[in-house]
Nanobody, 126 residues
């Protein structure tokens, strides 16, 4: 199995920045693609970004392009989400996810990923 643990959430003012981390353990060879989703109250979980094993391939939701950056450490076991220019509408629980191969569609859905973290709250408010 794969275990994913997120950290780095918190309260930030509009226009501010946060960096989320997701540490993978267990059968990390099954984490070829790692990604971030988010879920706001009363809304469905939505795709945010994903990255491949080597870090050379990334994909983002239109809503975060140019503001968020996904990256992966050299050990391939930790994924980061750098979030800049945060807006109130970015408020959500952010989940880390993993799957053993690259995405089959550019805008991934929850069902596309096999492993999930417990989530970390991000609140953007003044």
């Amino acid at each position: 199995q794969v275990q994913l643990v997120e950290s780095g959430g918190g309260l930030v003012q509009p226009g501010g920045s946060l960096r989320l981390s997701c540490a993978a353990s267990g059968r990390t060879f099954r984490t070829y693609a790692m990604g971030w989703f988010r879920q706001a109250p009363g809304k469905e979980r939505e795709f945010v970004a994903a990255i491949n094993w080597g870090g050379g391939r990334t994909v983002y939701a239109d809503s975060v392009k140019g503001r968020f950056t996904i990256s992966r450490d050299s050990a391939k076991t930790t994924v980061y989400l750098q979030m800049n220019s945060l807006k109130p509408e970015d408020t959500a629980v952010y989940y880390c996810a993993a799957r053993p191969s690259w995405l089959t569609r550019e805008v991934a859905e929850q069902a596309d990923f096999d492993y999930w973290g417990q989530g970390t709250q991000v609140t953007v408010s003044s």
